[in-house]
C-alpha cells in the first residue's frame, strides 16, 4: 500500500512539473505575440515565476521590443530572475550600442548587488561615452563591498569627480569620512536629485543635513516619514 501511496505521489509531482513547465513555454511564446498588452502580461508573468529559462526571451524583449513598457516589465523580470540574469546583463552593459540597453543593463546590475562583476562596472563608469551609464555603473558600485569598487570610488572622492560622487553618495555617506562633506554638498548643489538630497538630510551629519535643508526648503521637497537610507559612518 505504501508502495502504491509513493508510486502516486511520484506521478502528481511529475505532472505538476510538467504543466508548469507548459505554462512556462506558453508566456514565452506569448513575448512574441502582436499586442504589446499580451507581451506585458508574459513578461511580469514569467519574472514572478523566475525560471531561468526565461531569461534569453527576456532579454531579447528587453533589448528591441517596440514598447517601453514591456521592455521595462522585461528588465523587472531578469531582476527577480535573479542570478542566471547576470551574465547575459554583464554583456549587454559591455557590447550593446544602443545607449539604452546599456543605462537599464548597469540600473538592473544595481539591484543584483554583489552577484555581479565590478571591473564591468569600474569600467562602465570611467569609459563609457553615456553619461547616465557611468551613474548607473557608479551606482551598482556603490552597493558592491568589494576592493575593485571601493579603490575606484575612493579614488572619484579625491579627484572630486562630482559625476562619480553623486552617483555613488550612498556609499560616501556610510563609510563616513570627515572631509568629504563639501565635495558631497557640491555634488547635491549639482545634480538635482531629491533622493540624494533627503538622505544627506537624514544621514545623521550635521553639517550635510544643514546644507540639505536649504535645498529642501528652495526646491519644496515634501519630507516624508518613514525614511530608511543610510547612516553616516555605517558601513
Known amino acids: 500500500m505504501r508502495k502504491c501511496a509513493w508510486m502516486a505521489a511520484i506521478v502528481i509531482i511529475c505532472f505538476i ?11 514565452i511564446k506569448q513575448l512574441n505575440s502582436s499586442k504589446s498588452t499580451k507581451r506585458l502580461v508574459a ?5 514572478k515565476r ?23 516589465a522585461a528588465e523587472d523580470a531578469l531582476i527577480k530572475i535573479g542570478s542566471p540574469s547576470v551574465g547575459p546583463l554583464v ?8 545607449c539604452f540597453v546599456r543605462r537599464r543593463s548597469a540600473r538592473a546590475l544595481t539591484e543584483l548587488k554583489d552577484t555581479c562583476d565590478p571591473r564591468v562596472l569600474k569600467n562602465a563608469a570611467e569609459k563609457d561615452v553615456d553619461c547616465c551609464v557611468r551613474r548607473f555603473a ?15 570610488l575612493d579614488d572619484a572622492m579625491k579627484k572630486k569627480n562630482l559625476e562619480i560622487v ?8 556610510r563609510k563616513g569620512e570627515i572631509g568629504t562633506e563639501d565635495a558631497l554638498i557640491e555634488a547635491m548643489e549639482g545634480y538635482h536629485e531629491e533622493k540624494m538630497v533627503l538622505d544627506l ?18 526646491r519644496g521637497y515634501t519630507i516624508t516619514a518613514g525614511w530608511s537610507g543610510p547612516r553616516w559612518g555605517m558601513m
Not at 19 to 24: L, N, T
Request: hydrophobic share 40%; glycine share 6%.
Open 138 to 152: 557608479a551606482r551598482a558600485l556603490a552597493e558592491i563591498k568589494d576592493p575593485i569598487g571601493t579603490e575606484f
Open 43 to 47: 513578461a511580469k508573468e514569467l519574472g
Open 17 to 27: 512539473g510538467s504543466v508548469s513547465a507548459d505554462e512556462i513555454d506558453s508566456l
Open 201 to 218: 538630510l537624514n544621514c545623521g551629519n550635521e553639517k550635510l543635513k544643514q546644507a540639505a535643508d536649504k535645498i529642501v526648503h528652495q
Open 91 to 98: 554583456e549587454m552593459l559591455k557590447g550593446e550600442k544602443d
Open 50 to 72: 523566475k525560471d531561468p529559462r526565461a531569461v534569453n526571451p527576456l532579454v531579447s524583449v528587453f533589448k528591441s521590443d517596440r514598447s517601453w513598457d514591456v521592455r521595462l
Open 166 to 173: 553623486s552617483a555613488a553618495y550612498r556609499y560616501y555617506i
